[in-house]
């Protein structure tokens, strides 16, 4: 930056010294070498454009223009022309490293090595030699360098950077922890539970790198209408000298207003605003904890009439405990020990619940299989447990009795023997209501919530939240389906954690999955991921996207506008190639300067 600096201000004063000295041959070569210095890389562009035949933009008309000022011996206006076009680059580089700097902040995560215990010693490794299952120590002050479930020590972590949250979370023993937090007090041992490559850091960096290479759909209007304006720019450029000369007018000065048009007609604005602006709204939502992975994305969000949530662990904390335990002809302790057997490997917010459950120590299940939808197949001692809900039963044509209690029934059998039932009961998370209630206010037409949970539980929590429709007992399948037969009238967006809803999140318009407990298949399936699992981000997201559109809407506006006046003029004879200049750099610091508004939103 300071050399690009120290560049334009030397060129300024060489340039402003041509202004006092004779028109002589050092005039000529001043005025040269400083063009050569300010359109090296305005060439080199240019030419490599040329090879793969893509050379119609902004740059090729600049070249066409200063080359025809030099033709024409007006050395100062094509200087003026590079000089003041690399002035308004480096404002508007400097306003996307503006933008480039708050996602810096956040994702300046990356961790080079690891302590690593192994065998009473500790050793400084790669992060990249870390494996799963390793234990690491993190210091007070470091950044936890892999995700993983504390085993020893206890600390408050700064999670900004990964959640947006600036409140300090405290953890201690068994607690799960993700990369790139920072540990704040206490010496912490961690077992690892991935590798870099599957950290959450490594995740969030590659989503924020990805989010630069899709464009949207306004950004690919410039693309298009850049290969079809150049040319007919050019064409007119050409007329405006050619057509005169048919009538007797001189050559030069007809020349000298094709020049005009074609820096005139320079898309320089355009281009540089549009990008920059959905750049800058990824950036503001990802400094806030939500992160985007495409600007089509962003764009597409505010016609967004219709939000569909899953239940568990997105609506709910998924802190789930066990509320009640219905033995059927044996123990409470025989049902725990079965549902504990067949939940000891699993993953599910529900399992977890199980887990807990401080029992006298148990053997190894032989097998253990997830159903989608319905819960767990397990062998132990060579014998089947099913631990999951009424469709689970019923696939296995077992008898039982139905279970009508506020919460989530969970069915216990053994060697098809039905041993009884836990009832475990989930808590909303903060604020869910006023969630439902600020959707409608943001122009959400319809919310709905689907769940395989039970019909009473879901009615319950529906009717509390006002939800305008609810669907229960669904399999993953079935909510694939229902979300399908929604796109076909409404712009949906689908909002879930759990490895369930990875097909329902790619098949919805947008699919937006909880970072923190989501699974890595619901956020490798979604389109946005928030990172501190609160969807009340969600209306944040909603606000960033409506008025991040509304300015580049208005910088499109601004810009065609102004070109089309000033190209108007410039064919009246009433623009001069000075004016020229400083009304293409004007305008484009314009739509920069508006573009920055995005970073002053206010979100409720």
């Known amino acids: 930056m300071k050399k690009e600096i120290i560049k334009f201000v030397s060129c300024i004063l060489l340039f402003l010294i041509t202004f006092f000295i004779p028109k002589n041959e050092l005039y000529f070569i001043i005025l040269l070498l400083l063009y050569f210095v300010l359109s090296y890389d305005i060439w080199l562009a240019v030419f490599k454009n040329i090879k793969t035949l893509k050379f119609m933009d902004e740059k090729f008309l600049m070249i066409v223009a200063t080359v025809g000022a030099f033709a024409i011996h007006e050395y100062p206006e094509a200087v003026a022309v590079v000089l003041f076009y690399q002035i308004g680059e480096f404002l508007s580089d400097k306003a996307t490293n503006t933008t480039k700097e708050e996602i810096k902040k956040l994702m300046d995560l990356k961790i080079e090595v690891a302590h690593v215990k192994k065998n009473g010693k500790m050793d400084t490794v790669l992060l990249e030699q870390v494996q799963c299952n390793d234990i690491i120590i993190v210091n007070p002050g470091e950044k936890i360098p892999l995700d993983g479930i504390i085993i020893s020590g206890k600390s408050r972590l700064d999670t900004s950077s990964m959640t947006g949250e600036s409140m300090l979370r405290t953890v201690e023993k068994n607690d ?88 005139i007609s320079c898309p320089c604005a355009l281009v540089v605003s549009i990008p920059l602006g959905f750049f800058s709204g990824i950036g503001v939502c990802g400094k806030k904890g939500i992160l985007i992975k495409k600007s089509v994305v962003l764009e597409n969000l505010d016609q967004i009439d219709t939000v569909i949530f899953d239940k568990t662990g997105t609506l709910t904390k998924g802190d789930f405990k066990i509320q009640k335990i219905l033995p059927y002809h044996t123990t409470e302790e025989d049902v725990l020990k ?31 299989k997830e159903v989608a939808g319905k819960g767990i197949e397990a062998v132990y001692q060579d014998k089947t447990i099913l631990v999951g809900n009424e469709l689970l039963m019923e696939e296995h044509h077992i008898v039982y009795p139905k279970i009508d209690e506020m919460g989530t029934v969970i069915y216990v059998t053994f060697d098809h023997r039905y041993m009884g039932a836990i009832v475990i009961g989930d808590t909303l998370k903060p604020n869910i209501k006023r969630l439902v209630h600020k959707l409608k206010q943001n122009g959400v037409d319809h919310v709905i919530m689907l769940s395989g949970d039970n019909e009473k539980t879901v009615s319950q929590v529906g009717k509390y939240l006002h939800m305008d429709n609810c669907y229960a007992n669904l399999l993953p399948n079935d909510k694939v389906e229902i979300v399908k037969t929604l796109n076909q009238t409404f712009h949906t967006m689908f909002i879930g954690d759990g490895i369930n809803d990875a097909p329902v999140l790619m098949c919805s318009n947008i699919g937006v999955s909880m970072g923190g407990i989501g699974s890595d298949a619901a956020i490798e399936a979604s389109d946005i991921v928030i990172m501190n699992d609160d969807p009340n981000l969600i209306i944040t997201a909603l606000q960033i996207a409506k008025k991040t559109k509304q300015i580049v809407k208005m910088n499109m506006g601004i810009s065609i506008f102004a070109k089309v006046m000033i190209m108007i003029l410039g064919l009246l004879g009433m623009v001069s190639m000075w004016l020229a200049v400083f009304a293409d750099v004007g305008i484009m610091l314009l739509t920069i300067l508006n573009t920055l508004r995005i970073f002053t939103i206010k979100t409720t």
Not at 186 to 192: A, N, P, Q, S
Not at 352 to 364: F, G, H, P, R, Y
Request: charged share 20%; glycine share 2%.
């Open 338 to 368: 079965y549902a504990v057997l067949a939940e000891s490997h699993s993953n599910h917010p529900i399992a977890k619940a199980i887990q807990n459950v401080q029992l006298k120590k148990i053997d190894e299940i032989q097998h253990m």
């Open 176 to 263: 799960i922890v993700m990369s790139g937090c920072i540990n704040q007090d206490g010496v912490i041992e961690i077992k690892t539970t991935t590798n870099y490559k599957n950290s959450t850091v490594s995740k969030v960096m590659a989503l924020m790198e990805e989010a630069s290479k899709y464009q949207s759909s306004q950004e690919k209007f410039i693309t298009k209408f850049a290969k079809y304006y150049t040319p007919i720019v050019v064409a007119i450029s050409i007329m405006i000298t050619i057509i005169p000369l048919c009538f007797g007018e001189t050559f030069n000065e007809f020349f000298y207003k094709s020049l005009v048009f074609l820096v």
